[in-house]
Structure formats: C-alpha cells, structure tokens
C-alpha cells in the first residue's frame, strides 16, 4: 500500500495534530483487565476479543502520556479485529486514569511491563500468535523488547510493527526543545501532562525526588535529568535517552519488524533514523516516508480520512500471522 498525504492536511504540523485531537473516537467493546506485576506495581490492559480464542493476537502499546483510549491504538486495534485478530491494549503505568502504586513511572526503554504482558498471554493459551506494535514511546519500547530478546523470545512472539519511532532520543530530545512556536506547543503539551503526574507523584512520596526542580522544567532535557533519570536508575538525561534508544540495538531483532516513518516528523525527525542499522538486519524492513508527521499518516478525505500507517501495520502483521483477511 501507498500513502498519499491528505491535501486538506498540508505540511507535518497538521498532520500530527489533526490525528491526535480532530478525530471522531473509534467505538469498541472491551473489557479492561489488571496484570499484576513482580515489583508491587500493576498495568491495566485493555482486551478485544477475537473471532475465536485462538485468533492471533495484538499488543499495542501507546505514545508519551497516552493510553489504550488513544484514537490511533482504537484506530489500530479497530483494523486488526477487521483482519481476524485479537488484541490487548497495553497502558504503561499510572496511564489508565489510577496513578501506579510505585514512585516510578513508565519510560520509553522499560520493556519489563511488556514482557510481563507477553509471559500473561502465553499462560493463557500457550502456542497462540503474539504480535506487537508501538507508537513513537510505546514503538521505542516494542523495538527494544524486540533487539533485547533476539533468538530468545518466546517463540509465540512472531513480528512487530512500529509507528513514528523516537530511535535516538537524545536526537529527538533535543529537536522537540529546539526554538520554534510549534516545537514549543508540542513540549509544553507533554510537559504538561507530565508534570501533573509528578505533582501527584509528590505528594504520595514527597522524598523520592527534588519535586521543586521538576516543577521548573521547561525542557524535555531538564524534565529527563531531574526525574525521569534519578527515578529509574539512571546517571543522567544523556544515560536515560543512551541507554533507552531502541535504535544502536537493531542488530539483535531477529523477528520480522516494521518500522514506519516520516522525514517531516517534527518530534521523531529523519536525522533520527537508523537507516544504516535497518539496512544491515534483514529482519528490519524500515519504510521511510516523505511526508506524514508524528502518528499522523492521514489520507482521504475530510468527510472520509484514512489512517494509513495504522491500515499497513495492521495488514502486515496479520499477514505475518497468516490470518485469511491478510490476503
């Protein structure tokens, strides 16, 4: 499938947020499950049954501060149940409208929660077909998972597709701090909501970290040094984005991956790109587009848009499945 960019959608700025904020919410009956995890903590996923219990099954994980209600996961989700498959819908900690129980939180290269996910719907019915898929965060972390498993993974893990992926954080980092009124919209928007978090976070635990410097953050690289990094174990922002960067560990992948991006996206650039890692593994099919955005990829028309990478993600991965409605 090609993509051809929405016209009443020009440039990647409209792109990324006409997808996020002006779509109609997508409608799917669900039932919200609790996993709980080794640590105390606990992820809420979201389940949508499949034709049968058998059906392959999808995991998809949300971008930064979103949730399995995000339009694009309920867009995905919507064109894997069209394709025959199942899927879980994975909200990162304290995402699913209750706050963790832990003073940590999610980041972008923690992939424990996601193999915990995974171990979960193994138990349940071992031999079934596991497929992952990620958007920008959440694509970081099914990237990583992937790369760190290799050979290893349980053999239900058959593929992965990702969406808009930050594969160098500290690039991307330091293009959403960049000057500009729109990088500014986009990191005030985030941080935001990340500092809401925090603010809660302070007054549960008001010694697990310098809350008054995070309330000052005006920058992701201030936001990553004063909390992200100390709370998760980590010596610096520059340790966190080097450390976490799904990117340098392409080498490992052993499983088929689709990688979908954009050079406009104005959060995960093109300079971000691991295109030479991507050439180097045959198992890493990286589709590099000129134009779409971050999590955009809109096509169509206004009284009829369509989500492109949403549509492709979910085609291949069934396909990689071998469910009939792949074909």
Known sequence: MTFSPARWLPGPHFQTIWSSLGRRPVRLDSVME?????????????????????????????????????????????????????????????CSGEPNRLPRFYHSGDTGDLAALVARLRAERPGRAILLAGFSLGGNVVAKYLAEGGDALPPEVRAGAVISVPFDLARCAAAIDAPGAMQRIYRE???????????????????????????????????????????????????????????????GVRRPLLALSSIDDPIAPGACL??????????????????????????????????????????????????????
């Open 34 to 94: 609790r996993l709980e995890l080794a640590d105390g903590d606990f992820v809420d996923v979201e389940r949508f049954a499949g034709p049968s219990p058998d059906a392959p099954v999808l995991v998809a994980c949300h971008g930064l501060e979103g949730s399995s209600r995000a339009v694009y996961v309920r867009g995905l989700v919507r064109e894997a149940l069209s394709r025959g498959l199942a899927a879980a819908a994975l909200n990162f900690r304290g």
């Open 189 to 251: 928007r985030f941080l935001r909501m990340l500092r809401a978090k925090a603010a809660e976070k302070a007054r549960r635990f008001p010694g697990a970290a310098d809350w008054d410097a995070v309330r000052r953050a005006r920058t992701f690289s201030e936001f990553d040094g004063r909390l992200t990094a100390p709370l998760h174990g980590f010596a610096s922002a520059a340790d966190y984005w080097a450390r976490s960067s799904s990117g340098p560990l392409l080498a």
């Open 274 to 327: 691991p295109l030479a890692a991507a050439r180097a593994n045959p198992a890493v099919s990286l589709r590099v587009l000129p134009a779409g955005g971050h999590v955009g990829f809109v096509g169509g028309s206004p009284w009829r848009p369509a989500f492109w990478a949403e549509a492709e993600a979910a085609r291949w991965l069934a396909a990689q499945a071998g469910t009939p409605e792949s074909h």
